[in-house]
């Protein structure tokens, strides 16, 4: 790793500075320095600080389609609970990534939202069948309960 890449704040350091108490500057000197992470795991909802949650979907975000794909079932972990810190942060980036790539990860998960019956997580998930290619890549079973949920709670 190049000098130039390497963090100058270790990971205490960073949520501190990316916390909403913080003041916005040094938010944004975060948001700089969280985009040197390598290990993006740190970043999905830390349990220690919810406060940091909105930057750290943002620095997540900015990472390519290819570098999320290890983590897509905790990009749509994060769309449980719309109340969330960086919700639509996650959901904005999901809806944007190639169907084809987050498609295992979306039929993962509508199928862990059944089997916890998660049904707000449900009606959360449908709002991403507005991508036609992801709608018609699904089995006709998540078709069927994706376009019901939808209609319940997007429209």
């Given amino acids: 790793m190049s000098e130039k890449s390497r963090m100058k704040v270790d990971i205490n350091e960073l949520f501190e500075m990316i916390s909403w108490n913080s003041p ?3 938010q944004r ?3 700089e320095e969280g985009k040197k ?3 993006l795991s ?3 909802q830390p349990v220690e600080d919810k406060s940091v949650w909105e930057n750290c979907a ?3 975000c ?3 389609d290819q570098e999320l794909d290890s983590y ?3 990009m749509f972990e994060w769309l449980q609970d719309m109340n969330w810190p960086g919700f639509s942060i996650i959901y904005n980036r999901l809806k944007e990534m190639s169907p084809r790539c987050i498609k295992p990860g979306y039929s993962y998960s509508i199928k862990r939202a059944l089997l916890t019956q998660d049904e707000s997580w449900l009606y959360y998930l449908s709002g991403l069948i507005e991508n036609q290619e992801l709608y018609d890549l699904l089995s006709q079973e998540h078709q069927i309960l994706m376009k019901e949920k939808y209609e319940q709670f997007w429209k």
């Fill in 62 to 64: 900015e990472r390519s």
């Fill in 24 to 26: 916005e500057e040094i």
């Fill in 29 to 31: 000197q975060g948001i």
């Fill in 42 to 44: 740190v970043l999905f």
């Fill in 58 to 60: 943002k620095i997540i």
């Fill in 37 to 39: 992470v390598k290990y």
């Fill in 72 to 74: 897509l079932f905790e």
